[in-house]
């Protein structure tokens, strides 16, 4: 698919005539746009931004609002999920003990625990402003410095009043996940970039202060003029130490790759400009001396780099460094143990929520499993004694579950799914040629120039002028400059659009895409199953609220925790004046008992609250009773009413729910397809419920496939085209599928799997994302053309002003910077509409 297909650009602005249109409804909390009448009727893009949104101004925090970016990423509904966080109790511990092992015995007061976590979700000043309010309301907090240019905080409590859990539970429900800190061994490039650009900044400057006397009629005899000849060559030295050996040293180490980098050029006029202008010093030629060029050139050059670098890592430290090891496997024997030293033979427990590491039979007579993040099945499956259990199966129970290991880690297909890759760095063929085309018109102008001159002249000094002026003036501003300020716009505009670039190599592979495969269950369906019928929900009393809160509280099923989203975002949960059962406390829920397959209940003041499938507690028909026994709480039975509240035996309110496809994805797959795109399926979910969603979203029933596993996934892609395939996929069965793909991107980064290896991510209920992603990148290759048109005019002019003797340094001067501000002009003018949304 060509540039002009897939990468289709954005639409144009309106006429200034054209009656304005009104501006689409976004999110009241994000600010991202609101695309079905669900979220129009509500405010909100999700559930989770309804109640953080709710929490916010609860907690008297509404200031927030005034202080945050126009638009930042959806809470989503990963704020209600229940997360592992032992890890972290663990580093309080250690913390707390190094800061008493660290106090002076003449000291009266201990040290206060220090730790340093890196935080998700935090972009702007709003968001640093909020982690600190929410900070300082926590029992025994002391103080705290956040950064969200790093994405880190740094906190020190008073033991043993403070919790780091439960204040990273608190912040997850505000929409920010803690995960330990990252490598800071490291500097990254930007801020190496950024020292560099201070210190050339400063060097140009000194240069161009030493060098206006002489453009301004300072003869060679006066006094001080080979002093400040002297402070130039020193200045221009130095900047040519500090910036020019920064390409100079990158384009060497690409050529001995055999790679034609975009550093080249830029090497070669910084080394022509430079050596040119060392050789007039000492000749006292002042034709030759060209360090005020050099000085700027080299400062413009680094600042386009580092607004190319500074936007890709800018969107990396988005997401944790790293994530939680994982939770450790607590034996029957007694003790616990890393996932990779389990054994074949070991029996253990996985505790609710938590992952089975390895395949595994199960021991207790019976627990549910959900599958969605190997086969793609959403529904749990119900598991009876004696059957295997596959790796990668997560325990929806609310017990925990017994089960015997019958292999080791290292044969485990989580292992292999987990399993880091690193490919090879992307070859830009077209910014290769380009750099090829350029060196050799170069050099073959400047050897033709010296020829022709001493043909001419037979003078050498004359000669060797003209091919230094040559050398300094064919600038390469379009590749060392607009080219990565091109690519750093079109990056931030992608980020208001919700979608965030990763690596910066995405760009050159883009454009030879030209099959896109998803993934179904987490990727063209929601997450989390819908309830369909919302005002069974509103319609319950304060006390059936309570209740059902309860019930569905630290329940990793996913009808519970599509309930749980739903009843905490309502506006009156949890601000009723009277809470009879005041089960909405974190210390006063009752025990709950689960029967596998049928549903959760407790009893309390003489009372037999229960959730589960239709008929479980309450009078039903027969054929009602007997639906969907497989499925625990009755997940997607036949007749649609899938889950009851129950009280006494007497039915208060049945649930409705269904995997629901984005609420964009149909629009958007026709429009990818419209632009020449092959779309696909790829599933390990069974086909029947593939080929329903192909055709909902109008897909060709050969393009959907299912019951697939990862391994067939990846296979699959390999043998398809892996060379021109975007892979989006959001859990582990996606994991090879992701090692073979061209380009890969992910909707979710929560769940720490997906998010390392993505090229790209995007975030929203929407899919919209992925054709923005073309959209805005069909914009930059357009605005890029213009820009070289552009150079091969400019340079047409100052080469041709160089070969014909005309050229010197006051006019280098001068074409130089009028050069790099008209190319800026075009990078910015060419990028607005890459704004428009």
Same mark, same amino acid.
């Given at each position: 698919?060509?540039?002009?297909t897939?990468?289709?650009a954005?639409a144009?602005?309106?006429?200034?005539?054209?009656?304005r249109?009104?501006?689409?409804?976004?999110?009241?909390?994000?600010?991202?746009?609101?695309?079905?009448?669900?979220?129009?009727e509500?405010?909100?893009?999700?559930?989770?931004?309804?109640?953080? &949104?709710?929490?916010v101004?609860e907690?008297?925090?509404?200031?927030y609002?005034n202080?945050?970016?126009?638009i930042t990423a959806p809470?989503?509904?990963?704020?209600f999920?229940?997360?592992?966080?032992?890890?972290?109790?663990s580093?309080q511990?250690?913390?707390?003990a190094?800061a008493?092992a660290?106090?002076?015995?003449?000291?009266?007061?201990?040290?206060?625990?220090?730790?340093?976590?890196?935080?998700?979700g +935090?972009?702007?000043?709003?968001?640093?402003?909020?982690?600190?309010?929410v900070?300082?309301?926590?029992p025994?907090?002391?103080?705290?410095?956040?950064?969200?240019?790093?994405?880190?905080?740094?906190?020190?409590? +008073?033991?043993?009043?403070?919790?780091?859990?439960e204040?990273?539970?608190?912040?997850?429900?505000?929409? &920010?996940?803690?995960?330990?800190a990252?490598?800071?061994?490291?500097v990254?490039?930007?801020r190496?970039?950024?020292?560099?650009i201070?210190l050339?900044?400063?060097?140009?400057?000194?240069?161009?202060?030493?060098?206006?006397?002489?453009?301004?009629?300072m003869e060679? #005899?006066?006094?001080?003029?080979?002093?400040?000849?002297?402070?130039?060559l020193a200045?221009g030295?130095?900047?040519?130490?500090v910036?020019?050996?920064?390409?100079?040293?990158r384009?060497?180490?690409?050529?001995?790759?055999g790679?034609? %980098?975009?550093?080249?050029p +830029?090497?070669?006029?910084?080394?022509g400009a430079?050596?040119?202008?060392?050789?007039?010093?000492?000749?006292?030629?002042?034709?030759?001396?060209?360090f005020?060029?050099v000085a700027?050139?080299?400062?413009?050059?680094?600042?386009?780099?580092w607004?190319?670098?500074a936007?890709?890592?800018?969107?990396?430290?988005?997401?944790?460094?790293q994530?939680?090891?994982?939770?450790?496997?607590a034996?029957?024997?007694?003790?616990?143990?890393?996932?990779?030293?389990?054994q074949?033979?070991?029996?253990y427990?996985?505790?609710?929520?938590?992952?089975?590491p390895?395949?595994?039979?199960?021991?207790?007579?019976?627990?549910?499993?959900?599958?969605?993040?190997?086969t793609?099945?959403?529904?749990?499956?119900?598991?009876?004694?004696?059957?295997?259990?596959?790796?990668?199966?997560?325990?929806? #129970?609310?017990?925990r579950?017994?089960l015997?290991?019958t292999q080791?880690?290292?044969?485990?297909?989580l292992?292999?799914l987990?399993?880091? %890759?690193?490919?090879a760095?992307?070859r %830009?063929?077209?910014l290769?040629?380009?750099?090829?085309?350029?060196?050799?018109a170069?050099?073959v102008?400047a050897?033709?120039?010296?020829?022709?001159?001493?043909?001419i002249?037979?003078?050498?000094?004359?000669?060797?002028?003209?091919v230094?002026?040559?050398?300094?003036?064919?600038?390469?501003?379009?590749?060392?400059?607009?080219?990565?300020?091109a690519?750093?716009?079109a990056t931030v505009?992608?980020?208001r659009?919700?979608?965030?670039?990763?690596?910066?190599?995405?760009?050159?592979?883009l454009g030879r895409?030209r099959?896109?495969v998803?993934d179904k269950t987490?990727t063209?369906?929601?997450e989390m199953?819908v309830?369909?019928n919302?005002?069974?929900?509103?319609?319950?009393?304060?006390?059936?609220?309570?209740?059902?809160h309860?019930?569905?509280?630290?329940?990793?099923? *996913?009808?519970s925790?599509?309930?749980?989203?739903?009843?905490?975002?309502l506006?009156?949960?949890?601000?009723?004046k009277?809470?009879?059962?005041?089960?909405?406390?974190?210390?006063a829920?009752?025990?709950?008992r689960e029967?596998?397959?049928?549903?959760?209940?407790?009893?309390q003041?003489?009372?037999?609250?229960?959730?589960?499938r239709?008929?479980?507690r309450?009078?039903?028909a027969?054929?009602?009773?007997?639906?969907e026994?497989?499925?625990?709480?009755?997940?997607?039975?036949?007749r649609g009413?899938?889950?009851?509240?129950?009280?006494?035996?007497?039915?208060?309110?049945?649930?409705q729910?269904a995997?629901?496809?984005?609420?964009?994805?149909r629009?958007e797959?026709?429009?990818?397809?419209a632009?020449g795109?092959?779309?696909?399926?790829?599933?390990?979910?069974?086909p029947?419920?593939?080929?329903?969603l192909?055709k909902?979203?109008?897909l060709p029933a050969?393009h959907?496939?299912?019951?697939l596993?990862?391994?067939?996934?990846?296979?699959w892609?390999?043998?398809?085209?892996?060379?021109?395939?975007l892979?989006?996929?959001?859990?582990?069965?996606?994991?090879l599928?992701?090692?073979?793909?061209?380009?890969?991107?992910t *909707?979710?980064i929560?769940r720490?799997i997906l998010?390392?290896?993505?090229?790209?991510y995007?975030?929203?209920?929407g899919?919209?994302?992925?054709?923005?992603?073309?959209a805005?990148n069909?914009?930059?290759?357009?605005?890029?053309?213009?820009i070289l048109?552009?150079?091969?005019?400019?340079?047409?002019?100052a080469?041709?002003?160089a070969?014909?003797?005309?050229?010197?340094?006051?006019v280098?001067?001068?074409?130089?910077p009028?050069?790099?501000?008209?190319?800026?002009?075009?990078?910015t003018?060419g990028?607005?509409?890459?704004?428009?949304?």
């Amino acid at each position: 698919m060509s540039s002009g297909t897939i990468d289709g650009a954005a639409a144009p602005p309106p006429r200034p005539n054209a009656p304005r249109r009104p501006a689409k409804p976004t999110c009241a909390h994000c600010g991202a746009p609101l695309v079905d009448v669900r979220m129009q009727e509500s405010g909100f893009c999700c559930s989770g931004c309804a109640y953080v &949104y709710r929490l916010v101004h609860e907690h008297g925090l509404a200031g927030y609002y005034n202080i945050k970016d126009e638009i930042t990423a959806p809470a989503d509904d990963s704020v209600f999920e229940p997360r592992d966080f032992s890890w972290l109790a663990s580093a309080q511990r250690e913390a707390e003990a190094a800061a008493g092992a660290a106090t002076p015995s003449s000291r009266p007061t201990p040290l206060p625990p220090e730790l340093t976590l890196d935080v998700q979700g +935090i972009s702007c000043a709003g968001c640093v402003w909020l982690i600190e309010k929410v900070f300082a309301q926590q029992p025994g907090a002391r103080d705290i410095e956040a950064n969200a240019q790093l994405g880190q905080l740094q906190i020190r409590w +008073i033991p043993p009043k403070f919790s780091v859990v439960e204040f990273a539970r608190k912040l997850q429900s505000f929409g &920010y996940l803690l995960g330990p800190a990252g490598d800071t061994g490291g500097v990254p490039e930007s801020r190496g970039l950024v020292k560099r650009i201070g210190l050339c900044a400063a060097f140009a400057m000194n240069v161009m202060l030493f060098a206006f006397p002489a453009y301004f009629g300072m003869e060679p #005899s006066f006094e001080y003029a080979r002093l400040f000849g002297l402070l130039t060559l020193a200045f221009g030295t130095l900047s040519f130490l500090v910036g020019g050996v920064y390409f100079v040293g990158r384009a060497f180490r690409a050529l001995r790759e055999g790679a034609m %980098h975009i550093d080249l050029p +830029i090497a070669l006029g910084i080394l022509g400009a430079y050596g040119g202008s060392l050789y007039g010093w000492f000749a006292r030629e002042e034709r030759f001396v060209y360090f005020d060029f050099v000085a700027t050139f080299i400062l413009l050059m680094l600042v386009g780099r580092w607004a190319q670098v500074a936007a890709v890592e800018r969107n990396q430290r988005r997401l944790l460094s790293q994530q939680p090891k994982p939770q450790r496997v607590a034996l029957v024997v007694g003790g616990e143990l890393p996932p990779e030293q389990l054994q074949a033979g070991q029996d253990y427990f996985a505790a609710a929520g938590q992952v089975v590491p390895v395949e595994s039979r199960l021991i207790s007579a019976e627990a549910a499993f959900s599958l969605a993040s190997i086969t793609g099945e959403p529904e749990p499956r119900s598991f009876l004694a004696g059957q295997r259990v596959p790796a990668g199966a997560i325990n929806v #129970s609310r017990t925990r579950a017994e089960l015997s290991a019958t292999q080791p880690w290292a044969d485990s297909l989580l292992a292999q799914l987990l399993q880091p %890759h690193v490919r090879a760095g992307a070859r %830009h063929a077209l910014l290769e040629a380009i750099v090829r085309g350029y060196l050799i018109a170069i050099i073959v102008l400047a050897v033709g120039a010296g020829i022709a001159w001493w043909m001419i002249s037979h003078d050498a000094l004359r000669t060797w002028s003209v091919v230094t002026a040559v050398l300094v003036v064919s600038c390469p501003c379009a590749i060392g400059l607009a080219f990565p300020l091109a690519d750093e716009i079109a990056t931030v505009a992608l980020r208001r659009r919700g979608v965030f670039v990763r690596n910066g190599d995405l760009w050159p592979r883009l454009g030879r895409v030209r099959k896109l495969v998803f993934d179904k269950t987490g990727t063209l369906t929601l997450e989390m199953p819908v309830l369909l019928n919302p005002d069974a929900l509103r319609s319950l009393d304060a006390e059936a609220r309570s209740a059902l809160h309860a019930l569905v509280r630290d329940n990793p099923h *996913p009808v519970s925790q599509c309930l749980l989203a739903n009843l905490l975002s309502l506006p009156s949960f949890g601000s009723e004046k009277s809470n009879p059962l005041g089960y909405s406390s974190t210390d006063a829920f009752p025990e709950i008992r689960e029967t596998i397959s049928q549903g959760v209940e407790f009893v309390q003041r003489g009372h037999r609250w229960s959730l589960g499938r239709v008929g479980w507690r309450s009078p039903v028909a027969v054929e009602e009773r007997d639906e969907e026994k497989s499925n625990p709480l009755g997940y997607s039975s036949s007749r649609g009413y899938d889950t009851e509240l129950a009280v006494d035996g007497h039915m208060l309110a049945r649930f409705q729910f269904a995997d629901m496809a984005r609420p964009d994805a149909r629009a958007e797959i026709a429009a990818l397809q419209a632009a020449g795109a092959a779309v696909f399926i790829l599933s390990g979910d069974r086909p029947e419920k593939v080929s329903a969603l192909a055709k909902e979203l109008g897909l060709p029933a050969a393009h959907a496939l299912g019951h697939l596993t990862p391994q067939e996934k990846a296979t699959w892609i390999e043998a398809h085209g892996r060379d021109e395939t975007l892979m989006l996929g959001d859990g582990a069965n996606d994991s090879l599928a992701f090692d073979q793909a061209l380009c890969r991107g992910t *909707p979710v980064i929560h769940r720490g799997i997906l998010a390392p290896k993505s090229d790209f991510y995007y975030l929203g209920r929407g899919i919209a994302g992925v054709r923005a992603l073309f959209a805005v990148n069909a914009l930059r290759r357009r605005t890029q053309i213009i820009i070289l048109l552009f150079s091969v005019l400019y340079n047409a002019l100052a080469v041709g002003l160089a070969l014909a003797g005309h050229m010197n340094p006051l006019v280098a001067a001068i074409l130089m910077p009028a050069n790099s501000l008209l190319t800026l002009a075009l990078v910015t003018g060419g990028m607005r509409r890459a704004f428009a949304r």
